[in-house]
């Protein structure tokens, strides 16, 4: 279809991605090049992530570039996943919401693609601000690199399944080893100690190994055994002693039951359901404490909840 204008000098022939450069020579043939920078540079910046314009053709990129501007009105949108097949876009809304009185003491908003943990700050800005601490808190295991695991106080409990420990080939698993904090001595099953530090890994002696009847059920490494000693290892190894045990358990029912309430119960004792998990803390002015949950959850009406 032809419309009667006048193809600026520079432009090419070619559809979509190409027309761009023809448009941005073009503006800047007639206000200068920073002028015509600022009013193509979202339609640039879209160009660059999809297709690439370096060869005869333009071409579509292969993969997504990093970091992907998905809304030209709002550069700070992204696109976000869930899980393999559950997508999201646009924000996520980070909750603390307390299990008995279904108050809302923190929240957080961070974009789709950022990492759960980086809403921590905020969190804890609104906890502040609302005068409580938190004395429980119940999280999936993507809070636990969040700052407020990290460096927690002593009278803080983590409530979070544990991570599945690894057992190669059928051989010894690190929950078969002996973790001895106080002394700092790991213990192999078939009885050596070899000291340890947190965030550093323990190596057997090649020796020791070669010669050990469990040889077999342990490594196949002619280096001997080595294994890693997590920075935050006292926590994981409580979390999995928690596990074993049915009370620790029942922590961990109560918050997979709340993220899966909406809209609040009688009891008040609900929570959106999102990512960012239970939690319980206290008033600074409250003589118990109370229930808070922690959830994220995309910034929208309240979602449909399915099993």
């Known amino acids: 279809m032809r419309t009667g204008m006048t193809r600026p000098p520079g432009m090419r022939r070619w559809p979509g991605c190409c027309l761009l450069g023809g448009v941005e020579a073009f503006t800047a043939s007639q206000y200068g090049d920073a002028a015509a920078a600022a009013a193509v540079a979202v339609a640039c910046q879209v160009r660059g992530q999809d297709a690439g314009v370096t060869g005869p053709v333009p071409a579509l990129r292969r993969g997504v570039a990093k970091d992907r501007r998905i809304s030209v009105e709002d550069s700070q949108v992204r696109h976000g996943r869930k899980s393999r097949s559950v997508l999201s876009g646009g924000y996520e809304r980070h909750i603390l919401r307390d299990l008995d009185t279904g108050l809302v003491p923190a929240v957080g908003i961070t974009a789709a693609n950022a990492p759960e943990a980086s809403v921590t700050s905020d969190i804890a800005a609104d906890l502040g601000a609302a005068g409580r601490h938190l004395s429980e808190l119940h999280i999936d295991r993507a809070c636990l690199s969040s700052a407020l695991v990290r460096d927690r106080g002593p009278d803080l409990a983590i409530f979070c399944k544990a991570w599945r420990v690894r057992n190669t080939g059928g051989r010894f698993a690190k929950d078969q080893f002996t973790l001895d904090f106080a002394a700092g001595q790991l213990t192999c ?45 006292t926590l994981l190894a409580e979390l ?36 960012w998990a239970p939690a319980r803390t206290c008033s600074t002015c409250a003589a118990s404490p109370s229930s808070t949950t922690s959830t994220s959850s995309p910034v929208s009406p309240p979602p449909t909840v399915t099993s």
Do not use: N, Y
């Open 189 to 233: 099953p078939a009885g050596v100690t070899m000291p340890f530090q947190a965030g550093t890994t323990v190596r057997f002696p090649a020796g020791t190994c070669a010669g050990c009847p469990l040889r077999q059920r342990c490594t196949a490494s002619s280096h001997g055994r080595s294994m890693s000693i997590h920075p935050d290892e």
């Open 240 to 275: 999995r002693r928690r596990q074993q045990d049915p009370d620790g358990r029942a922590k961990l029912r109560e918050r997979v039951a709340v993220e899966h309430a909406w809209p609040t119960s009688g009891t008040g004792r609900a929570a959106a359901p999102a990512t």
